[in-house]
């Protein structure tokens, strides 16, 4: 069974910051790639960060050196840390997991299954 359970969504002002928690099911946190992406009203699904089952990372050049994925084995959660943070950075952010043995930047194209998502609001 495939579950993903995100939380730590919320409402900070510009310049603050978030960690978001995924929750994985065992055969969800087993597959190769865990991410993360974002969609605000009216936009396309963006990739924003995945690490791979080697641990290596891949994170949209639109969040570099703001945003970090990391994983916790022994708790089934990926998490992403969200640093400096703007208006722009508003959406539904959501977990994804995919099955697919590719290193973490082609994970972005590689998601099979997704969570629901969880609501941040950055305001000015």
């Known amino acids: 069974q495939v579950q993903l359970v995100e939380s730590g969504g919320g409402s900070v002002q510009a310049g603050g910051s978030l960690r978001l928690s995924c929750v994985a099911s065992?055969?969800?946190?087993?597959?190769?790639?865990l991410g993360w992406f974002r969609q605000a009203p009216g936009q396309e699904r963006e990739g924003v960060a995945a690490?791979?089952?080697?641990?290596?990372?891949s994170v949209s050049d639109l969040v570099t050196g703001r945003f970090t994925i990391s994983k916790d084995d022994a708790k089934h959660t990926v998490y992403l840390e969200m640093n400096s943070l703007n208006p722009e950075d508003s959406g539904i952010y959501s977990c994804?997991?995919?099955?697919?043995?590719?290193?973490?930047?082609?994970?972005?194209?590689?998601?099979?299954?997704w969570g629901e998502g969880t609501p941040v609001t950055i305001s000015s």
């Open positions: 690490i791979d089952g080697d641990g290596r990372t």
């Open positions: 065992p055969y969800a946190y087993s597959m190769n790639c």
């Open positions: 994804a997991a995919g099955v697919l043995e590719v290193e973490a930047p082609v994970c972005f194209a590689a998601m099979d299954y």
